[in-house]
């Protein structure tokens, strides 16, 4: 029972893993898509974000079985309920590259990233693509220091985030509104999908150390 | 042993109605907040936000707990995970409060909602507080019918969404940037609170009718 119990909880790991792996695909794909406003490769993380979906329910019914049928408890059992909690999480990272992908798709043949941003929304997106592939590495190592990096690259994202609307609210801004709306919803997505980054790393810590930090709240989104 | 199960899913069931009662004193505080650049009142949203965090904490801790006592199967663990679920939705629509809150502290002593969406922000609003107040009866009596009402609202939020960006993006908008950047965020959150108004439905009509209509992936945002 104890071998049935600790292979399922590999392949509970190993699945997590595999989400872990398409969203860092599908981030890295929809930040492309975004600053070279690429519509095929677009349509291509929209169209992929239903298998991340798919991987998420199954996996929720995977561990929803574990529990019914292992009854596991104390940190067996955190395990578990983690692992629902990291696939919601995942799954909604795969949703925040699908909408950086649809931004690029609204706006096309124009380009959607607005002029004087071009530079912070490319360091935006590469954090939040080093950040997926660190989430599946440390998913896979529970190497504590790698939650670490991934909470670095976050407070960097809410400064880039933050200087965002620095920007398009400063004297020099001349841009269009059209302009605005997208600088201001494609910076929110991207500090989004690097929160739910951050909220997995605290929980994986959680599990390794025992330290639970608190809850993860979203830091607030600077406005203004 | 089952008396002891039934009595603590009824204490699951009631802390949830509880919750869903704060949530809705908070999102009914922020639109009144966001509304009428209240700072005040946001100030109130904010601070209980935190109390809508612990009772959320509280909640898990007590289902993870039943988890691990009783090691329930069936509908029972069903039940179970779903409080899990439901409990970190409603927590983020306390989230989604706070930020419609935190809006109009930012824009004091200047008014918050731009000229031209005063009317479309009061209705948004006055749906999203109708969602919270019919989620706790939803809660409270199972009642199906309810479930319908809150996807029927929610049909209109995302209207009202989509009719903010058709109004700034238009000819006749004449405002300035901050006025944009704000219409959308608050646009974002007034949507996004909704949806997890019927996520939690769906969970809810899940559980009474055995009929799962798929996962609550959100309506992906209109941004043009």
Known sequence: ????????????????????????????NAVQ??????????????????????????????????????????????????????????????DMSGHIAQLARYRFPDRVVPKG??????????LDVEMAGNLAELLRTQDVKIAEQIRNDDDKVDELHAS??????????????????????????????ADHAVSIAKKVLYLVTGDWTGADDEVAPRAS
């Open 1 to 28: 029972m104890r071998d049935v119990f600790q292979q399922e909880m590999r392949e509970v790991q190993s699945r997590l893993v595999e989400l872990a792996e398409l969203v860092h695909v599908s981030i890295a």
């Open 33 to 94: 898509a975004f600053n070279e406003t690429d519509v095929v490769v677009a349509e291509e993380v929209i169209q992929n974000d239903s298998r991340i979906d798919e991987l998420t329910i199954e996996l929720d019914e995977l561990a929803i079985n574990i529990l019914a049928r292992q009854a596991p408890v104390a940190r067996d059992l955190r395990i578990v309920v983690s692992a629902l909690r990291i696939s919601a999480s995942l799954e909604r990272m795969g």
């Open 164 to 193: 965002v609307f620095d920007k398009i609210l400063g004297d020099t801004w001349s841009g269009e509104t059209v302009a605005a709306v997208d600088a201001t919803l494609a910076s929110r997505y991207h500090e989004r999908f």
């Open 117 to 126: 941003l071009r530079s912070t929304f490319k360091e935006m997106g590469r």
